[in-house]
């Protein structure tokens, strides 16, 4: 089932909030082990062999975990995830049909079963693209979910850019995708930078595709244990979090 899938994992970031200056935060700890090593064994137990790991910021502290099992782009300057995506694509196994892409601090809380459901959804609908949903009770700074009247996403709203009713929606994109590799090379190069951050984003890709009418389908997995890890109190509450879903 998974011959034709490859992986794509997000770790190059800084995490300055973390004030680590020789770790990444994927190599810390969590629940006994490196937070991006439950990342890999999800994906191996989905029997995905071409994983590639996008590394930037304290590279060799993520290499020297993984050794030879995954392969390693390195992003040399941190231009945001679509950029980080685009440095991945070019280590990907040319069969690779179709593309996971997971952030590196919080794909742990993922469980084999959501993922494959994800992927079947992806490939029944034969989408371009299929995104994870997921709900929070506080979703404060996390980019809400837009739908139009018939269901289908509209558009992913950051924060800061949404009006007060947008500001109350619960579904948020925790980073979790799966997309058509001939979608991915088509519209990633046509994602332009922030002009506040100069960097950029893969959520932008969304909107690429809804403009031109490509086939985008989401998977909402409602309320599901689930931690973003910026900063140490994060990562305490995502250890407690982890620990209380074994």
């Known amino acids: 089932m998974n011959k034709n899938l490859g992986a794509i994992i997000l770790a190059a970031g800084k995490g300055k909030r973390m004030n680590a200056t020789a770790v990444n935060k994927v190599a810390m700890p969590l629940a006994d082990k490196p937070m991006i090593v439950h990342t890999i064994e999800l994906l191996e137990n989905l029997q995905i062999k ?3 790991v996008v590394v930037g910021f304290a590279k060799v502290s993520v290499m020297n975990i ?3 099992k995954v392969r390693f782009a390195e992003q040399k300057k941190r231009l945001g995830t679509a950029h ?3 440095v991945g694509m070019r280590q990907m196994a040319k069969d ?4 996971i892409v997971l952030n590196g601090d919080d794909s742990a809380f ?4 959501l993922i494959e459901k994800l992927i079947e959804k992806h490939l029944a609908s034969n989408a371009g693209l299929t995104f994870l949903t997921i709900e929070k009770e506080n979703p404060f700074g996390l980019g809400r979910i837009i739908r139009n009247s018939s269901g289908k996403v509209s558009a992913i709203v950051e924060e800061k850019d949404a009006t007060k009713n947008q500001q109350k929606i619960k579904e948020i994109n925790p980073g979790c995708y799966i997309f058509n590799s001939q979608f991915l090379r088509k519209y990633l ?3 332009k930078r922030s002009e506040i951050t100069a960097e950029y984003y893969i959520t932008r890709i969304i909107d690429i595709g809804i403009k031109n009418s490509e086939r985008i389908e989401t998977l909402p997995a409602g309320q599901i244990p689930w931690r ?3 900063t ?4 305490e509450e995502a250890e407690q979090l982890l620990r209380n879903t074994k």
Do not use: F, M, S, T
């Open 189 to 191: 190069p046509k994602i």
């Open 50 to 52: 071409n994983i590639v």
């Open 232 to 235: 140490k109190q994060e990562l």
């Open 228 to 230: 973003g890890i910026n």
């Open 96 to 99: 690779a049909r179709h593309i």
């Open 110 to 113: 993922y469980k084999r079963d």
């Open 84 to 86: 980080a995506v685009l």
């Open 66 to 68: 993984l050794g030879q």
